[in-house]
């Protein structure tokens, strides 16, 4: 019962980390007022988080102030929970207010329970006593017990019981109801957001580098964080000297690279954060990968140790300190293995010294090494 909430909670929160933050297109389908900049969403989405044991499981009582614990935190949970499902519809502009919740069943239900035995255990309006209500000790922990004394009822006792089950039940049908309502509106936005992207994809080659990157600013602006010099203007001057040296080229080459993946990649994410949930049979997880029966060994002649077995040079280490470690010193060190493992690689050791004499000029810098990347096919870090 949990687990299925649990996972539409966690389609909302992705949507919203990869989607709503990132892109002004989504941000401007929703209320993203500034209360909802601030962490106001990552409260709630923490709330329910830390709420769900408590409504989900119920615990064993071993005495009479146990269960009022317990039943007064599942009660106060659930009415919290209601809250932030208004809040939640309000921000995704879900057209539901607080005067349709009240008509559904599973919302009203569980509140009045909660107004009674809990938020108004004494009820007045304007002065006139209405009701008062008081936990009872007869039931186990399986259904919450009170008694009660109400003007309808010309203030005559009443036993009331609800079974915990029913309770969470309506409660778990509520949040599966409008979850669904915020996921189906959250995929509106999100098919409008694929939809800009393939039309983005198509224009790629057709209009010009300044016209594309107009584009990004105002559509798909996350592609200007995936590098160190990806920001509009920069990217601008490396373009006007891409003739001058390969340096230049090759940045505006992995810029186009990395747009066209990132346009892919945020397409197909987008589309499958809507399919169903997988539901795996273990019959199929447990069943070993290989035949332990059927695996052959071979003697590789003349290698006596692992030690023996020749490894490949790789670069990563180096390059990675290269690309933060901005200062002399650092470079110096750094740059200075990397030149010894490529002394037979002029354009590496032509880089590096580009690198070097430039090591405070964001461009230069960053296009140089860029281009040992690319030579040494490291350019996927």
Not at 24 to 35: A, R
Not at 107 to 125: A, F
Not at 144 to 152: A, F, G
Not at 275 to 291: A, G, M, N, Q
Request: proline residues 2%; negative net charge; glycine residues 4%.
């Amino acid at each position: 019962m949990e687990e299925d909430v649990k996972y539409k909670l966690d389609q909302i929160a992705n949507v919203w980390n990869h989607f709503i933050l990132e892109y002004d297109f989504c941000t401007h389908k929703i209320n993203f007022t500034p209360e909802v900049r601030t962490n106001y969403f990552g409260d709630i989405l923490g709330y329910f988080q830390d709420t769900f044991d408590i409504i989900f499981d119920n615990r064993a009582s071993k005495s009479y102030s146990d269960k009022f614990s317990n039943q007064i935190s599942l009660l106060q949970s659930i009415y919290v929970q209601q809250d932030f499902i208004e809040e939640l519809l309000i921000i995704f502009k879900c057209g539901i207010d607080k005067g349709i919740l009240k008509k559904d069943s599973n919302y009203s239900i569980n509140r009045e329970i909660r107004n009674e035995l809990v938020g108004h255990p004494i009820r007045k309006i304007k002065g006139k006593f209405i009701s008062s209500c008081l936990f009872g000790y007869n039931g186990g922990s399986d259904k919450i017990v009170y008694l009660r004394y109400h003007k309808d009822n010309n203030y005559e006792f009443e036993s009331m019981e609800f079974a915990v089950y029913d309770i969470i039940l309506r409660h778990k049908l509520f949040l599966d109801k409008y979850f669904n309502r915020i996921l189906n509106k959250l995929k509106s936005i999100l098919l409008s957001f694929v939809k800009k992207i393939e039309n983005l994809e198509a224009l790629i080659g057709t209009i010009s580098f300044n016209e594309i990157l107009n584009i990004l600013s105002a559509f798909y602006e996350s592609i200007f964080k995936y590098d160190f010099i990806y920001d509009k203007e920069s990217l601008l001057k490396i373009y006007a000297r891409r003739d001058e040296h390969s340096r230049y080229q090759n940045l505006i080459d992995k810029f186009y690279s990395d747009l066209k993946s990132s346009l892919k990649e945020k397409k197909e994410y987008a589309i499958t954060l809507f399919e169903p949930k997988k539901v795996f049979d273990l019959s199929e997880t447990e069943r070993p990968l290989f035949d332990i029966n059927k695996i052959e060994f071979t003697y590789v002649s003349g290698k006596t140790s692992l030690e023996d077995i020749e490894r490949p040079v790789t670069y990563h280490y180096e390059l990675g300190k290269i690309a933060t470690k901005r200062n002399p010193m650092d470079f110096n060190h750094f740059g200075g293995c990397l030149k010894r493992k490529c002394a037979d690689n002029q354009i590496v050791i032509n880089e590096l010294e580009h690198m070097e004499l430039n090591i405070y000029d964001e461009i230069e810098y960053y296009c140089a090494y860029r281009l040992i990347c690319s030579e040494l096919k490291e350019d996927d870090d």
